[in-house]
C-alpha cells in the first residue's frame, strides 16, 4: 500500500484523513480523543521513538471543543506514523468514541491508549511483540502501567503467562481492564463484537475483553509496565471527577458508572453458560464490585465531598439498580444485599484518617483485581 494520503470528503461533517503504509501492521493504537491535544500529541511523541516500527495510530476525535484538530493533523503528517484520524459529527462519549477507534483498525491487535497517557519506553512495542509472537495464539491482553507523576507502578499482571480462557476466567480478570491503555484485543475479534448497548457504562473495553474471553479466547499476561498514565504539561487542565464541594450538600441518589459494571459483565458471558452458572458467576461479579471499588468510592468521595454526598453514592448502588436481569435467587439477592449493607456501612464511617494514609494501596486495590499470578 502506499504513502498517499487521502481525506474523506466531509459527509454529514464527519472528517476522516488517512496516511497508511502499512497493509498488515502489527499493533494498531486505538485512541479515543477529546480535547486533551497538547497530552495526545505527547503520547504520539511516545509512539514516534517506538524500536519497533510495525504498528498504526487510529485516532477518533470525538467532536473536541479545543479548536486543536489540525494542529493534530500537521504532527500527524510531519510524523513518520501510520495514521488515520477520524473526527465524529456529533459528541458521542467514551464508549462510542473508543468502538470508533477500534473500527478503523486493520492491525492483528488493538493496542488501548487513553489520550492523556503515553508509552512507557522506546522499547515497549518490540517487548510486546516479542512476547505475543512467543504465546501464538492469543487474543487479549493484560500490561502493567506507572503513574506518570509518582512513579507508582500499578501491577495488574504479576507474571508473564498465558492465564486461560472462558466465562470463569473473564470474570477472574474484568477488573483487570477497568483502566483502559496497556490492554491488547486481537482487532478482528473486537470488531465482530462491536455494540452500543453499553454506551455511557465508560467500560466499553471490558465489555469487549469478556465477550472474547467468555468465546473461548485465551486471555495472556504480559508482565511489563507499558504505559505512563496521566502524562501532565504545565498550563494544561485535564478534567477531574473532583467538582467544588456543595454546599450546602442535598442527600440525593448520586450515579456512577461503576452501577453498570455487574450487568455488562454479565451480559458479555451470558450467550457462553447456562442459566444457573450465569446466576452463580453474576454473584462473584458483583462480590468484587462491592468488596472493591465500590466502598473506596464511597470513602474518596466522602474526602473530596462530603458524608451526605457519599451517602448519595450509596444509595445510587442500592442493588436493586446494579444486578443483572439474569433472574437471580431470593438467597443470591440476599447475599448481594447483605454485602452491600456491610460494604455501605464501611464507606461512610470507616476514618478518613486512617483511608488518608492508606490511599495508595486501597486505590491500587480498588483499580486492579491481581487475578494474574504464578498457578
Known amino acids: 500500500m502506499g504513502c498517499a494520503e487521502d481525506e474523506v470528503p466531509d459527509q454529514a461533517a464527519v472528517r476522516e484523513v488517512e496516511r497508511r503504509h502499512l497493509a498488515a501492521p502489527f499493533f494498531s493504537v486505538c485512541i479515543p480523543q477529546y480535547n486533551r ?62 468502538r470508533a477507534s477500534i473500527a478503523l483498525a486493520r492491525g492483528t491487535y488493538c493496542f488501548l491508549l487513553g489520550n492523556d497517557d503515553c508509552l512507557a519506553s522506546p522499547d515497549t512495542f518490540a517487548e510486546l511483540a516479542k512476547e505475543l509472537q512467543r504465546f501464538g495464539s492469543v487474543s487479549a491482553v493484560i500490561t502493567n502501567y506507572e503513574d506518570c507523576t509518582t512513579g507508582k507502578v500499578f501491577r495488574r499482571v504479576r507474571t508473564t503467562r498465558v492465564c486461560g480462557s472462558g466465562a470463569a476466567v473473564a470474570v477472574q480478570q474484568f477488573r483487570n ?21 453499553w454506551d455511557g457504562s465508560e467500560m466499553y473495553q471490558m465489555f469487549l475483553f469478556c465477550r472474547i474471553v467468555a468465546e473461548g479466547a485465551a486471555v495472556a499476561g504480559i508482565d511489563h509496565v507499558a504505559v505512563r498514565k496521566d502524562c501532565r504539561i504545565p498550563g494544561e487542565q485535564v478534567e477531574s471527577y473532583v467538582k467544588p464541594r456543595e454546599n450546602p450538600c442535598p442527600i440525593r441518589e448520586r450515579l456512577l458508572p461503576l452501577r453498570y459494571m455487574g450487568q455488562l459483565v454479565t451480559d458479555a458471558i451470558a450467550p457462553f453458560q447456562d442459566e444457573n452458572m450465569t446466576r452463580h458467576l453474576a454473584v462473584l461479579v458483583l462480590s468484587q464490585i462491592l468488596l472493591f471499588p465500590y466502598p473506596f468510592w464511597v470513602l474518596e468521595y466522602r474526602r473530596v465531598q462530603s458524608w451526605r454526598y457519599a451517602l448519595g453514592i450509596c444509595w445510587g448502588m442500592r442493588p436493586s439498580r446494579i444486578w443483572p436481569s439474569c433472574g437471580l435467587s431470593r438467597v443470591q439477592r440476599s447475599l448481594v444485599t447483605g454485602l452491600y449493607g456491610v460494604m455501605s456501612i464501611v464507606g461512610l464511617c470507616f476514618p478518613l484518617a486512617v ?21
Open 355 to 375: 483511608f488518608d494514609r492508606m490511599y495508595p494501596w486501597l486505590y491500587q486495590v480498588a483499580k486492579s483485581l491481581g487475578g494474574t499470578r504464578k498457578a
Open 37 to 98: 491535544t497538547a497530552l495526545l500529541l505527547e503520547g504520539c511523541r511516545s509512539l514516534m521513538a517506538q524500536t519497533f516500527q510495525n504498528f498504526e495510530v487510529c485516532i477518533s476525535d470525538d467532536c473536541s471543543t479545543d479548536g486543536r484538530g489540525e494542529e493534530i493533523l500537521a504532527f500527524l503528517r510531519q510524523s513518520s506514523l501510520s495514521f488515520v484520524y477520524q473526527r465524529q459529527s456529533r459528541n458521542q462519549r467514551y464508549d462510542a468514541n473508543l
Open 177 to 197: 481492564v477497568s483502566f483502559v491503555s496497556g490492554v491488547m484485543l486481537q482487532t478482528r475479534k473486537a470488531q465482530t463484537h462491536a455494540t452500543s448497548r
